[in-house]
């Protein structure tokens, strides 16, 4: 009955205290059997209208708006072409957030409801805490204390240097700040170690968008609440991902520097 007449996928049969996970289609059901099912939101508010059934759990979705569809998606794509186009990811976003909630594809409450709040106290945190390093001098003072540690080494080491410090800044200050900040120092580093400038500038170009180990990125950060993740799981995840990131641009750029020298 679930099946054919409501499109609902029973999963669970329970009387009284005995619970049944295994096919039950062909079972005969009784006043207090309870009845765990998967279905579509609209199946399920018609199943409550059943004068033989009891919706414990009322449907708390909303209804497909199907006719909205093909909106939606050109709305999407436009926001990704403005985006492409150089406006700034966030506003192309919200430009196109603004535009579904204008064309009724989107409720406004349905709108402020998705919003997930830690991702964006994560980031109100993180922003001024990137500012600060850069006004303050403290990143400059790390880059500086870095590169110069290891600037007699060999030119693998300084590679691997300049590529963690690319990648640290990056979490915690945005991708372009920390190439701006980070190309005149290793470039000078370049200079006075041998190693050539323009192969540090590109290894730090490369690693300033390495940031996969944590929801700063707008990317991952728009990717936090739908898929459920939690900043664990991105230094779980992203931590392998930044480690391999690392070690195939270091190794491409010192091959590059071979071929070259």
Same mark, same amino acid.
């Given at each position: 009955m679930f099946r054919k007449e409501y499109s609902l996928e029973p999963i669970v049969h329970q009387h009284g205290d005995i619970e049944n996970r295994a096919d039950f289609s062909d079972m005969r059901l009784t006043a207090g059997d309870i009845i765990v099912a998967f279905g579509a939101w609209d199946s399920l508010k018609i199943l409550a209208g059943h004068r033989d059934l009891l919706l414990i759990t009322p449907p708390e979705g909303v209804s497909i708006r199907y006719d909205k569809g093909h909106l939606a998606v050109l709305i999407?794509?436009?926001?990704?072409?403005?985006?492409?186009?150089?406006?700034? !990811?966030?506003?192309?976003?919200?430009?196109? #957030?603004?535009?579904?909630?204008?064309t009724g594809v989107l409720k406004i409450d349905e709108a402020y409801r998705a919003i997930d709040w830690k991702t964006v106290m994560l980031l109100g945190g993180l922003i001024p805490l990137g500012i600060a390093m850069e006004k303050s001098g403290a990143a400059e003072m790390l880059a500086n204390g870095l590169t110069g540690a290891v600037g007699g080494a060999h030119p693998v080491f300084l590679l691997f240097?300049?590529?963690?410090?690319? *990648?640290? !800044?990056?979490?915690?200050?945005?991708n372009v700040a920390?190439? #701006?900040?980070?190309?005149?120092?290793v470039m000078l580093?370049?200079?006075? *170690?041998?190693?050539?400038?323009?192969?540090?500038?590109?290894?730090?170009?490369i690693c300033s968008q390495n940031s996969f180990i944590l929801p700063t990125h707008q990317v991952n950060a728009l990717l936090m609440e739908p898929g459920g993740y939690t900043t664990s799981d991105y230094l779980k995840a992203g931590g392998v991902m930044t480690l391999i990131f690392i070690a195939v641009a270091v190794t491409l750029i010192y091959a590059m520097v071979q071929l070259q020298g």
């Open positions: 999407f794509a436009a926001s990704l072409i403005l985006g492409m186009a150089g406006i700034p !990811l966030s506003l192309a976003l919200l430009t196109g #957030v603004v535009a579904m909630v204008l240097a300049v590529a963690l410090l690319a *990648t640290g !800044l990056s979490l915690v200050i945005s920390a190439t #701006v900040l980070l190309v005149p120092l580093t370049g200079f006075n *170690t041998g190693v050539d400038p323009r192969a540090l500038a590109l290894l730090v170009a």
